[in-house]
T-cell receptor, first 113, second 114 residues
Framework: GENVEQHPSTLSVQEGDSAVIKCTYSDSASNYFPWYKQELGKRPQLIIDIRSNVGEKKDQRIAVTLNKTAKHFSLHITETQPEDSAVYFC????????????FGQGTRLTINP | GAVVSQHPSWVICKSGTSVKIECRSLDFQATTMFWYRQFPKQSLMLMAT?????????EQGVEKDKFLINHASLTLSTLTVTSAHPEDSSFYIC??????????FGPGTRLTVT
């Protein structure tokens, strides 16, 4: 089955700097890759997603890139702000499996003022 | 946007008792609902996938007789933790998909078994 690896597990950056979180997946047939932000005790919130027919997607300060050949995708946050501090999860949706998502281990991002 | 609710938001129960958690899609019909468990500082682990009117599909290692899932309608799925033990204490989150297959998450239920 699909396996998603996420790095780093923790990331600390200065406010205003950029943050990059990387994920790799094992199932080449996976076709959808969302990123979620989760604050303590809250539900995961979808922040951006990308489908396998696209290489890059951007939404204001957030961008995601996908390299299907290498089977990895990355989240880029520019001009970081204190409210970006949270745990971020990547996920992959295998072609087989009733639309379920397989999540990475999560990255705890801390923005230092 | 699509809204998913869960009830209760938190529950404390004694070891050996059963607890039922409800997951509702409030403004859309959910073709599929998912149940996750999240331990502190860990990722979301999928427990089972449920479709309305059919038996749930459990992930490997999840005891189907302990975690009973009922998906009675297109807007309601329930998870019952039977004979709960302290090791079942966790954050349980459901999600629901609509026809676009995007997953909408509920707010979660924190279960504490004493």
């Amino acid at each position: 089955g699909e396996n998603v690896e996420q790095h780093p597990s923790t990331l600390s950056v200065q406010e205003g700097d950029s943050a990059v979180i990387k994920c790799t997946y094992s199932d080449s047939a996976s076709n959808y890759f969302p990123w979620y932000k989760q604050e303590l005790g809250k539900r995961p919130q979808l922040i951006i997603d990308i489908r396998s027919n696209v290489g890059e997607k951007k939404d204001q300060r957030i961008a995601v890139t996908l390299n299907k050949t290498a089977k990895h995708f990355s989240l880029h946050i520019t001009e970081t702000q204190p409210e970006d501090s949270a745990v971020y999860f990547c996920a992959a949706r295998p072609l087989q499996g009733a639309q379920k998502l397989v999540f990475g281990q999560g990255t705890r991002l801390t923005i230092n003022p | 946007g699509a809204v998913v609710s869960q009830h209760p938001s938190w529950v404390i129960c004694k070891s050996g008792t059963s607890v039922k958690i409800e997951c509702r899609s409030l403004d859309f019909q959910a073709t599929t609902m998912f149940w996750y468990r999240q331990f502190p500082k860990q990722s979301l682990m999928l427990m089972a996938t449920s479709n309305e009117g059919s038996k749930a599909t459990y992930e490997q290692g999840v005891e189907k007789d302990k975690f009973l899932i009922n998906h009675a309608s297109l807007t309601l799925s329930t998870l019952t933790v039977t004979s709960a033990h302290p090791e079942d204490s966790s954050f349980y989150i459901c999600s629901a998909t609509d026809i676009t297959y995007e997953q909408y998450f509920g707010p979660g239920t924190r279960l504490t078994v004493t």
